[in-house]
């Protein structure tokens, strides 16, 4: 299994970026997917989730209404795309994914067996 990250880059505040995450080497449509971060100094924490079993998508309050996950089955590639971006959210975002169905939370990485190299945030106020 591989997950390949891409689309960071240096942003001014306010601005708009789309990362991907291309999955190979799995079912694509039977693994939930999701984002984390880890900005630099401080531990790894969730950024957002889709949940295949259910269809829906779940969010870290500090990004509530700024970011959207989503996917294309056909590509085999999630998408995050952030807008309204603030300083604090430079941070290195990685992808992870686990088969679906699963009920561990889905906000801690350590329970997503798959996790790609991550592709790096900076935003600059």
């Known amino acids: 299994v591989q997950l390949q990250a891409s689309g960071g880059g240096l942003v001014q505040a306010g601005g708009s970026l789309r990362l991907s995450c291309a999955a190979s080497g799995l079912t694509f449509s039977t693994y939930d997917m999701a984002w984390f971060r880890q900005a630099p100094g401080k531990d790894r924490t969730f950024v957002a989730t889709v949940r295949r079993n259910s269809g829906t998508s779940s969010y870290a309050d500090s990004v509530k209404g700024r970011f959207t996950i989503s996917s294309d089955n056909a590509k085999n590639t999630v998408y995050l795309q952030m807008n309204s971006l603030k300083f604090e959210d430079t941070a290195v975002y990685y992808c992870?994914?686990?088969?679906?169905?699963?009920?561990?939370?889905?906000?801690?990485?350590?329970?997503?067996?798959?996790r790609g190299q991550g592709t790096l945030v900076t935003v600059s106020s």
């Open positions: 992870a994914a686990r088969r679906y169905g699963a009920t561990l939370p889905v906000d801690d990485s350590k329970t997503y067996g798959y």
